[in-house]
């Protein structure tokens, strides 16, 4: 099993572009999240999904939207990139309700100029 | 509100000497709480659930209500455990089972030869 993988890994976006991120696990997993870590804030919490064809917002929500079409694939869109969301983004996803531990990806190393 | 506190964002200690990181949590009810690493440049990963009174690579964690306190802790620190450390509280989100970690802000633990 690859576990949870992440679609870039390094990406150069100019203010204004927008670009999608790819978050995949083949463990059949309910719950994926997005997060964002940059120095000093720890990782913030930017949208999450219960399920194929859910999403609802994390704390750090604005500027980006998610969809989950398919079970195995999460994904995070920036519409109109900015510099604030230079920043480091990881995926995870988790079995279910009675399984807490979540599993990250390696990340995706985001610049924006 | 900060609902993980981790009041040290930097840690160096020598190998072999103890090594105890520090981590506050906010909440009335019964938690859940964990320890992640990250090593440099790879992905988080679990290091320890507190519901399991596990230790891994000689590290324990004691839950004490009375504080709300979660510190790692390890005997002799070894060279190889330089890394980020992220202490995280699951609480159930309002109105669902689903739930979500909130992560403390972080601790960079360096041990010197």
């Known amino acids: 099993n690859a576990g949870v993988t992440q679609t870039p890994k390094f990406r150069v976006l100019k203010t204004g572009q927008s670009m999608t991120l790819l978050c995949a696990q083949d463990m059949n997993h309910e719950y994926m999240y997005w997060y964002r870590q940059d120095p000093g804030m720890g990782l913030r919490l930017i949208h999450y999904?219960?399920?194929?064809?859910?999403?609802a917002k994390g704390e750090v929500p604005d500027g980006y939207n998610v969809s989950r079409l398919k079970k195995q694939n999460f994904l995070l869109g920036l519409e109109s990139a900015a510099p604030s969301q230079t920043s480091v983004y990881f995926c995870a996803s988790r079995t279910g309700a009675l399984s807490y531990e979540q599993y990250f990806g390696p990340g995706t190393r985001l610049t924006v100029t | 509100a900060q609902r993980v506190t981790q009041p040290e964002k930097l840690l160096s200690v020598f190998k072999g000497a103890p090594v105890e990181l520090k981590c506050n949590y906010s909440?009335?009810?019964?938690?859940?709480l964990f320890w992640y690493v990250q090593y440099s440049r790879q992905r988080l990963q679990l290091l320890l659930r507190?519901?399991s009174r596990e230790s891994i690579k000689g590290f324990t964690a004691d839950l004490n209500k009375g504080e709300t306190s979660f510190h790692l802790k390890k005997p002799f620190a070894q060279e190889e455990d330089s890394a980020m450390y992220y202490c995280?509280?699951?609480?159930?989100?309002?109105?669902?089972?689903?739930?979500?970690?909130?992560f403390g802000r972080g601790t960079q633990l360096t041990v010197w030869p």
């Open positions: 999904s219960v399920g194929e064809g859910t999403t």
């Open positions: 995280a509280l699951h609480l159930p989100d309002r109105g669902s089972t689903l739930g979500r970690l909130y």
């Open positions: 909440y009335s009810g019964s938690p859940e």
């Open positions: 507190h519901i």
